[in-house]
């Protein structure tokens, strides 16, 4: 049976030792990268990602032992199988191979089927765990569309104990609904609303996610949108940019589907403050789930922002406003008195087009 292919780097300043071992690898469907040192040998794994390395210990420049150590100290390189070769018989210098990190050991004069017998061995581990690191990597992915990237960012600085507790925060909070959902709900099959609300949705999520905000919630007709910076009025201009161009993308969405698809409206309201940003967990019988969120008065009188608004509409609170002076002509549409909220709100309709939407933040 033909041996699996693979890329084996042989690392000896012996060439006749180089020699014999890609006489015995090369027939047998292995690819051989050489190197002759210690050094060479790590400019040439950065160069040829083997997928095993027979590594010599007495080199000139740096000895196998300190190469090893190097590689197996490096988690990009950590999992690479390194089989020690070496003259050396005493128990002290295989103690020093596997406090290096070897994987396995070869003593010279080396012998062909036990070579080859380490070889298949050392590569079969590897194969094994590269495919439980790939259905990681996979699951990882999976679960990260699931999961926003506020959350993602906290978990990767701290992987043992991430700091998902809810802390004040200043953010703008951006709430999208569509309009007439329920008109649509009953008209159409409960298949095409979601065909629509996925194809809609999908779009509005990529313009979010461009100006910086974090889409944590969607529930039927409507998304919630937080957006955080350091300059406060940057992430207002970011959430105004991104119900205006949820607007545009609305439009563009509708005359691509002139083929008998219904048309849609969405609007938006936008409140700017200080919330409690973070993850809230929510603990059953039956489960735990947690979820990314900003909550407070701020988030209350965006929401109720956004019910006020009309199809094709963006309103913003007054602190928006404010933080976007000269760079999006607004309109004051009065004083209202919203659910809930204690004191009045004044509430401003953003007039401007998409038209600023290239220029910096």
Request: include cysteine.
């Amino acid at each position: 049976m033909a041996e699996p292919q693979a890329k084996i780097l042989v690392v000896d300043d012996e060439v006749k030792n180089v020699k014999l071992v890609e006489a015995w690898l090369l027939p047998r469907g292995y690819e051989v990268v050489q190197a002759a040192n210690g050094e060479e040998a790590l400019q040439k794994v950065h160069q040829e990602w083997p997928d095993l390395i027979l590594l010599d210990v007495m080199m000139p420049v740096m000895n196998g032992f300190e190469v090893c150590k190097i590689l197996k100290d490096n988690a990009d390189t950590r999992l690479i199988p390194v089989v020690i070769m070496t003259a050396l018989g005493q128990v002290e210098d295989r103690v020093k191979g596997i406090e290096a990190g070897a994987d396995d050991f070869l003593t010279k004069p080396i012998h062909r089927d036990e070579l080859l017998a380490r070889i298949r061995t050392s590569l079969r581990l590897k194969q094994t765990i590269d495919h439980k690191v790939d259905i990681l990597q996979q699951s990882r992915e999976h679960l990260a569309k699931f999961v926003p990237q506020a959350v993602q960012r906290l978990i990767e600085a701290n992987p043992t104990a991430p700091d998902l507790e809810k802390k004040e925060q200043d953010v703008s909070i951006l709430f999208v609904d569509i309009s007439g959902y329920a008109r649509l709900s009953e008209t159409l099959p409960a298949a095409q609303v979601n065909e629509l609300i996925e194809r809609y949705f999908s779009s509005f999520l990529d313009c979010i996610h461009a100006h910086g905000g974090e889409v944590n919630e969607t529930a039927g007709d409507g998304l919630m949108a937080i957006f955080a910076d350091t300059d406060p009025q940057r992430h207002a201009r970011r959430a105004v940019l991104s119900a205006l161009e949820t607007l545009q993308r609305t439009r563009q969405l509708n005359w691509q589907c002139q083929d008998g698809a219904v048309p849609i409206a969405v609007h938006s309201g936008i409140n700017s403050g200080l919330a409690l940003v973070g993850s809230t967990k929510l603990e059953g019988a039956r489960g735990v789930r947690w979820i990314y969120t900003a909550s407070g008065v701020v988030t209350n009188i965006a929401a109720r922002i956004a019910a006020l608004s009309t199809a094709g509409t963006v309103f913003v609170g007054p602190e928006t406003a404010r933080r976007i002076t000269g760079l999006f002509p607004v309109r004051p549409l009065g004083i209202y008195q919203l659910k809930n909220i204690t004191e009045d709100v004044m509430i401003y309709q953003i007039l401007e087009s998409m038209e600023r939407q290239g220029e910096p933040l």
